[in-house]
């Protein structure tokens, strides 16, 4: 039985499940950042891993978890898992700081995605009258996504380090596109007015 723990989007979001199966675990693989945000609660062996095919098709024993960052079922680890023991996501935290319904929201998931593919995701989105949250790669150029005149009448909201001290929100618009500075970025694309 695999289990994965999500540990939430930053430090300070475990939830007292996940603190209870972490510290009961006898071995806890995951990241770097995320046995860093839950190091405190570690009893047993920690191994981070580099790549999670490392363990992809390893046999865990019950005293053995893995962790996730945010959820593991929000573009997260829980493909890996029997059990899922679910965390906050960097999704949630996003919508309650721009007060956003998450019923009226669509993810898309940009990791190892090109422009292209994002933008043809956006454009279903978008068709629908949904807010669209893009979680994906640091090094994507928005400006390739919101290149023609149906971007012209949309909000972009940049939210980089989510839940951390340093978290901070940028807001633009086809002229005014916000460039990505760090590794956690989420951008929210809502049309105009809603």
Do not use: W
Not at 12 to 37: F, H, P, W
């Amino acid at each position: 039985m695999v289990k994965v723990i999500g540990v939430g989007a930053a430090p300070c979001l475990l939830t007292e499940q996940a603190r209870r199966e972490i510290e009961n675990a006898g071995t806890v693989y995951g990241s770097k950042r995320a046995i860093d945000m839950v190091r405190n609660y570690i009893k047993g062996k920690k191994v981070v891993l580099a790549d999670y095919n490392m363990i992809k098709n390893k046999k865990l024993s019950d005293d053995e978890v893995i962790l996730s960052t945010g959820d593991p079922m929000v573009l997260g680890l829980g493909y890996l898992g029997d059990e899922i023991v679910s965390g906050i996501s960097s999704v949630q935290l996003v919508c309650a700081r721009l007060k956003i319904d998450m019923t009226n929201v669509c993810i898309i998931d940009g990791h190892s995605k090109d422009e292209y593919y994002v933008k043809d995701e956006l454009n279903k989105v978008l068709s629908i009258k949904r807010v669209a949250i893009i979680v994906g790669r640091p090094k994507m150029d928005i400006s390739k996504i919101f290149n023609d005149e149906l971007c012209k009448d949309l909000d972009l909201i940049l939210l980089e380090d989510v839940g951390y001290p340093i978290e901070k929100i940028t807001y633009g618009d086809k002229e005014n596109i916000p460039k990505i500075t760090s590794s956690l970025a989420i951008l929210v694309v809502r049309h105009r007015y809603e």
